[in-house]
C-alpha cells in the first residue's frame, strides 16, 4: 500500500506508536496522569521529556507506574559534572527521568521501560541537565527498576516534589510498541 | 483494517525522513534541509562515519548552518582505556557529535535532538569514537545545548574538521516525528499491519520465555547488508543459581574478532577499560535466579566496513538493587560477512530463564 499520510488511532505493526503527548504552553504542573495503559500488552515504552523548571530551586522529574509512592525503585547511575566522573547506587520513590537546579533552566530525559509484570520492572534512562544558555550542567545514564512483579501497569505518573516544576515550555511524550493481532 | 506493507507518512509514529546512503564519494558537508523543526519538535539522527581525514576529524551539527561564536555548550561523560572523564565547554560554535581518529577509521553514534524554538535546543549523544578493527578508542554519552532559542530550524548541516572529512562508506540518517493529521490525511480507525512499513522502526523477532530456558538463541534469516541497521532490547532473567553473563555473537563468529571499550558505574564507582574478546558481552544478569539485566544495542551490519555498535546495560537487578550501569562501544572485526544470524547466549547452562524477553528490530529503509 503507497499512500499520503495516514491518520489512524492504533497503528499496530510490530513498531513503535506515540501514544501521548503534552506540550505546556503558558502552564504548569507538578504531576501530570497518562492513564488508560496497558503494559502487559504494551510490554515497552520510552518517555521522553523536555522540561523546564517551573520551580524556583532544585527539581527532580521521576516516573510513578500506578503512582506507586513507596520505596520501591532502585538505581545505578553515574555522571559526568564539569570534570567530575561520579557514581551512586540507592533506592528511591520513583524511576528518576531527569533534573534542573534552578527555575527556568532545562533537563532533556529519555527513558525506555520493560514494562511487563511478572519480574521487576526495568529502565535506562539519560539525560542532560541544568542546561542553561550554554552551559550543560551534567550528564547522566541511570540503570533503574521498580520492585513491583505482578501489578499490569495501567499509569505512569510524570511528577516532582517541587510545586509547579513541570514549567512552561515542558514536553512530554509516550511511545509504546503496538503489536499486530 | 488489516493492510500488508506500507510506504506512506504515518502520524505518531518516528520516520526516516533523511539517508545518504552509503556514500560512493567522499563530502565536505551534508546539509539536510527542508526541515520544520517547530513542527517536527524532534530529530533522530544516526551517523556511521567512515573518516576522510589524515590525523583524524570530528563532526559537527550546525542547525540553520549556525556557527555564531560562543552559542553551543555540551557536558560530556568518556571512557578511554582506563580512564573514565568529563568535561564541560560553553564556548563552542557547533555540536560535536562523533569523532575518528585517523583516515579509513570508523565513528558511530546517535544524536536525539529536541529542536522546537522558544528556549535552548538540548540534545543528547551516544558515540563510539576511533575505530579501527578490535579497537574502540572511546565510548561516551554528551549532553549539548545550542543557544538560540528564536530561529525555526529549517537545515542540518553536518561537517568535518576539512575537505572529505566524510569518506566514502558513510552513511547519515534523520528520523523525524511523523504528524500527518489534517484534511490531507487519510484518517482510520485501527490499522493491522501484516507486512513492512516503511522508513521506521519495526520488530523482525521476539521471544519472550513464559515458561522455558535456554542457553541460547539464534536468530537467523537476516539480511544484513539489507537490513543495515539493528535494534537489540534483551532482558534477561537469570534461569539459574549462578552467575551469569550474556553475549552476541554475529554469524556465531566465536573468534577474538570483537573489540570493546566500556564506561561503568558500580556503586560509587566509575570505571572505563578497553579490550579484545570472543563475542559482543550485554552483561551480567546476577548470581541468582530471578535477578536480571537488560539492554538496548544499535548496531550498524551492513559489510563492507568494521561493524559497530553502541550499547546500554544495566546489570544484575534484584528488587531495588541494581548492579552495573555500563556504556559500551563495540566492533565486530569483520568487514567481509553478511549478518544472517545473531546468537544470544549466555555462559551457563539454561541461564537465559523464564521471563527474559530478546526482541530486534529493524529500520526499514
Known amino acids: 500500500m503507497k499512500g499520503g499520510n495516514i491518520n489512524s488511532s492504533n497503528f499496530k505493526a510490530d513498531s513503535w506508536f506515540k501514544i501521548y503527548e503534552n506540550n505546556f504552553v503558558s502552564t504548569t504542573a507538578t504531576s501530570i496522569t497518562i492513564s488508560g495503559l496497558k503494559g502487559d500488552t504494551d510490554k515497552e515504552y520510552m518517555l521522553e521529556a523536555r522540561i523546564v523548571n517551573g520551580y524556583n530551586g532544585a527539581a527532580t522529574f521521576g516516573v510513578r507506574p500506578n503512582n506507586d509512592t513507596g520505596t520501591n525503585y532502585g538505581y545505578q547511575f553515574l555522571k559526568g559534572v564539569n570534570a567530575t566522573v561520579s557514581a551512586v547506587r540507592g533506592t528511591a520513590t520513583n524511576l528518576v527521568l531527569c533534573a534542573s537546579d534552578t527555575l527556568g533552566t532545562l533537563s532533556f530525559g529519555n527513558m525506555v521501560l520493560f514494562a511487563k509484570s511478572g519480574y521487576v520492572r526495568t529502565s535506562i534512562c539519560q539525560y542532560p541537565y541544568e542546561i542553561a544558555l550554554t552551559s550543560v550542567g551534567g550528564t547522566y545514564i541511570w540503570g533503574e527498576s521498580w520492585n513491583n512483579t505482578s501489578d499490569e501497569i495501567t499509569s505512569l505518573v510524570v511528577q516532582t516534589a517541587s510545586t509547579g516544576g513541570i514549567g512552561s515550555g515542558s514536553y512530554i511524550t509516550l511511545w509504546a510498541k503496538r503489536f499486530h493481532g | ?365
Not at chain 2, 138 to 150: C, D, K, L, P
Not at chain 2, 165 to 188: D, E, Y
Open chain 2, 1 to 365: 483494517m488489516l493492510a500488508g506493507d506500507i510506504d506512506a507518512k504515518i502520524n505518531s509514529t518516528m520516520q526516516v525522513i533523511y539517508d545518504s546512503g552509503e556514500m560512493t564519494s567522499t563530502a565536505s558537508t551534508v546539509s539536510i534541509t527542508g526541515l520544520n523543526g517547530d513542527a517536527d519538535q524532534e530529530y533522530y539522527l544516526i551517523a556511521r562515519i567512515v573518516c576522510g581525514l589524515a590525523g583524524g576529524s570530528s563532526y559537527y551539527i550546525r542547525p540553520n548552518n549556525s556557527s555564531t561564536t560562543d552559542t553551543y555548550g555540551r557536558q560530556t561523560l568518556t571512557g578511554t582505556l582506563g580512564t573514565a572523564a568529563a568535561t564541560r565547554s560553553t564556548d563552542k560554535e557547533e555540536l560535536n557529535f562523533a569523532y575518528a581518529d585517523d583516515i579509513n577509521h570508523l565513528t558511530f553514534s546517535d544524536v536525539t535532538f529536541y529542536v522546537k524554538s522558544g528556549y535552548v535546543r538540548t540534545a543528547i549523544n551516544n558515540r563510539a569514537d576511533g575505530i579501527d578493527g578490535t579497537t574502540v578508542t572511546t565510548v561516551g554519552i554528551y549532553g549539548h545545548s545550542w543557544n538560540e532559542t528564536s530561529a525555526n530550524i529549517t537545515s542540518l548541516v553536518l561537517l568535518g574538521d576539512g575537505a572529505g572529512c566524510f569518506n566514502t562508506g558513510s552513511r547519515l540518517i534523520l528520523l523525524k516525528k511523523v504528524l500527518a493529521t489534517g484534511n490531507m490525511a487519510l484518517s482510520i480507525g485501527e490499522l493491522d499491519v501484516r507486512g513492512v512499513v516503511k522508513n521506521t522502526w519495526q520488530e523482525i523477532y521476539r521471544n519472550e520465555f513464559t515458561s522455558t530456558t535456554a542457553t541460547s538463541i539464534t536468530i537467523s534469516g537476516l539480511k544484513g547488508n539489507t537490513d543495515v541497521l539493528y535494534r537489540l532490547r534483551t532482558r534477561i532473567v537469570n534461569g539459574t543459581n549462578t552467575a551469569s553473563y550474556i553475549f552476541l555473537k554475529m554469524n556465531a563468529d566465536g573468534g577474538t574478532n570483537y573489540g570493546y571499550q566500556y564506561l561503568l558505574g558500580y556503586i560509587t564507582t566509575v570505571l572505563a577499560g578497553r579490550g579484545t574478546d570472543t563475542n559482543m558481552g550485554m552483561g551480567c544478569i546476577g548470581v541468582l535466579k530471578n535477578e536480571l539485566g537488560s539492554s538496548e544495542s544499535l548496531i550498524y551490519a551492513k559489510s563492507g566496513y568494521v561493524r559497530t555498535a553502541l550499547t546500554k546495560r544495566s546489570e544484575s537487578v534484584s528488587g531495588t538493587t541494581l548492579g552495573q550501569t555500563i556504556l559500551l562501544g563495540f566492533s565486530w572485526n569483520n568487514t567481509a560477512d553478511e549478518i544472517t544470524s545473531i546468537l544470544v547466549s549466555s555462559d551457563q547452562v539454561n541461564c537465559i530463564g523464564s521471563g527474559s524477553i530478546i526482541s530486534l528490530e529493524r529500520l526499514n529503509l
